[in-house]
């Protein structure tokens, strides 16, 4: 289980971040949830391979458990490091907010089996009018890589 969350997880944290580093630091966090709710609508949809991983197997110590959780700390690391570009308050609270969001989408998705069609982004986006990033800002080149 491990191996093959090594081996999905790059291209997955990849196919949900912006293909290159233009925009300002809310484009590109909203563009995540874009993503969420466009492949939310394939009925192949399973959700976050990373949150499945982590409900499905209930032992804290396993070592997919580390996995899962290493590649979704690098979303709330991208989230945390867009959040400090674009000025918010708190970024480490946000970043934590945003990847609940995410989350809960997600698995609203897999638990319904229907898209979220556009209840994500307008979630985040509520988060990020509340951090303070409602106004767009002038995006610095991001080398942020997820894990």
């Given at each position: ?85 674009g000025g918010a308050a708190d970024p480490e609270r946000i970043a934590r907010q945003l990847t ?32 303070g990033l409602g106004s767009p800002v002038e995006a610095e080149p991001s080398d942020q890589q997820?894990?």
């Amino acid at each position: 289980m491990s191996a093959a969350l090594e081996r999905i997880g790059p291209g997955y944290n990849a196919s949900l971040l912006p293909a290159d580093d233009t925009g300002t630091p809310r484009e590109r966090i909203l563009h995540v949830f874009r993503v969420l709710e466009e492949v939310s609508t394939e009925p192949e949809f399973r959700g976050c391979p990373f949150m499945a991983t982590s409900i499905e197997v209930k032992a804290a110590g396993h070592p997919a458990r580390g996995v899962a959780r290493r590649y979704k700390d690098g979303l709330t690391g991208f989230f945390r490091h867009e959040a400090e570009a674009g000025g918010a308050a708190d970024p480490e609270r946000i970043a934590r907010q945003l990847t609940m969001t995410f989350d809960g989408a997600s698995a609203w998705g897999v638990m319904h089996g229907e898209a979220v069609s556009g209840q994500a982004v307008e979630m985040a986006e509520v988060l990020l009018d509340a951090a303070g990033l409602g106004s767009p800002v002038e995006a610095e080149p991001s080398d942020q890589q997820l894990v």
